[in-house]
């Protein structure tokens, strides 16, 4: 028998809300280790998303050739399972396989689900709002898909890690301790639920850390469900863990249990090097160029600079509002007098569907009516459900851009 220390699960099972759902910083926290891991791990490691599926369409990056590890259990089991799932490769550096899962179906469950977390956890539903039944039963259809994984690629004697990212897994961790106790679970948090909504709720977060409660904070905040799921995931997990030591400050104080630390890391060749650098980056500045002259109606000279921002839409805790400020004085500044620049803010909203006149545009670049005149809202590639309110549009509209 191997050493605990040296000893290797025979499989690892992963899940997050952003597996092949890119929604900000944990995609690319997955997707920069995911080629170390298949390889440290022999290829045994089975990410699962949930399957968003809008008008057929799969995400750009999933591939739908099954992989092998993933044929029997795709034949044998998946068309036992109570919702649809489908099976493939994500197309991240590595290629590791993926499992997308369909939740919808665990609706039609969601009051025992929830009855059997409060009675074993003490999980107060009642009180989840926004996104909170969205992410907890994705969190359960993950954990059953684990399960079924485990039991059936994993023999006797084998054993496995089952992985959950941030508090919309954490409702999963706690399913899979009740249902399928010998998987072990790691619960990694990359940020706080209680500290995320101090921190946009304009609160001195680090300067105070000493002095809050966890608990106190999330039902003066109104996130005492997420922060529930959260703080039993964390102490329920064979391990808990987080991604920077500050963190770890905010996971003491707050959910009051010391993780490990796993800091972020990137591969060596994360970003190209020499000609092929080049040419990426002469076509993504290419690409942006063809998109702002369609929003615009107005060419952009060769020695345009561009400066972008990008993560998860929180406008406060990732410095939107910041960048805003910054670039409108910089737009004034004498340094940048007579210079074009254009502001990308690479953060997805509550998005309705691309643009058609914009699509035209980029199909049609030459002899349309659009061409020498800007569309209506010129500072969106896509319309989005709710432009009268959202904060970034209402900012941009105050400014005069």
């Known amino acids: 028998m191997k050493h605990p220390s040296t000893h290797r699960p025979d499989l690892l099972l992963e899940a997050s809300w952003e597996v092949c759902n890119k929604q900000g910083g944990i995609y690319t926290v997955l997707t920069s280790r995911a080629r170390e891991m298949m390889k440290r791990h022999n290829g045994q490691i089975i990410f699962i998303g949930p399957l968003l599926v809008q008008n057929g369409d799969l995400p750009a990056d999933f591939d739908e050739n099954i992989p092998p590890i993933l044929e029997d259990w795709q ?5 036992t399972l109570p919702f649809a799932c489908c099976c493939g490769n994500w197309r991240v550096p590595g290629s590791p396989p993926v499992v997308l899962v369909d939740f919808a179906p665990l609706y039609d469950e969601k009051g025992a689900l929830y009855y059997e977390m409060w009675e074993y956890f003490g999980i107060q539903s009642d009180k989840g709002y926004g996104d909170y039944d969205e992410a907890s039963l994705f969190g359960i259809a993950a954990a059953q898909m684990m399960q ?12 496995a890690i089952g992985i959950f990212n941030e508090w919309m897994l954490g409702m999963g961790l706690l399913y899979a301790k009740r249902h399928c106790p010998h998987l072990k679970t790691l619960f990694l948090t990359h940020a706080t639920t209680v500290g995320r909504s101090i921190a946009s709720n304009n609160k001195a977060l680090y300067a105070y850390m000493t002095g809050y409660n966890g608990d106190q904070m999330a039902a003066e905040l109104g996130v005492e469900a997420k922060h529930g799921i959260e703080k039993a995931a964390a ?3 064979d391990c808990f863990a987080t991604v ?26 994360f970003v190209p090097q020499g000609d092929t650098y080049t040419a990426q980056r002469t076509a993504a500045r290419n690409r942006i160029f063809s998109v702002v002259e369609g929003l615009t109606g107005s060419p952009l000279p060769p020695d345009t600079l561009l400066i972008a921002t990008s993560g998860r839409y ?3 805790n990732k ?6 400020d910054a670039m409108q004085q910089a737009g004034e500044s004498e340094e940048l007098k007579g210079r074009t620049v254009v502001c ?6 509550w998005v309705a569907e691309p643009r058609a006149d914009l699509r035209y545009l980029l199909l049609h670049p030459e002899g349309t009516e659009y061409h020498d005149k800007p569309l209506s809202y010129p500072y969106l590639t896509h319309w989005l459900h709710n432009m009268e ?6 900012r941009l509209k105050t400014i005069g851009t």
């Open 244 to 269: 920077s030591e500050l963190t770890a400050r905010e996971c003491r104080q707050l959910i009051e249990r010391d993780p490990v630390v796993l800091p972020n890391g990137f591969e060596p060749d």
């Open 344 to 349: 990308l803010l690479l953060v997805p909203a």
């Open 235 to 237: 102490w329920q997990a």
């Open 314 to 316: 929180e406008y406060r």
């Open 319 to 324: 410095g939107i509002d910041l960048f805003i």
């Open 75 to 79: 034949r044998d089991v998946a068309p």
């Open 148 to 159: 079924s994984l485990y039991e059936y690629l994993c023999p006797e004697g084998q054993s």
């Open 389 to 394: 309110e959202d904060t970034i549009v209402q």
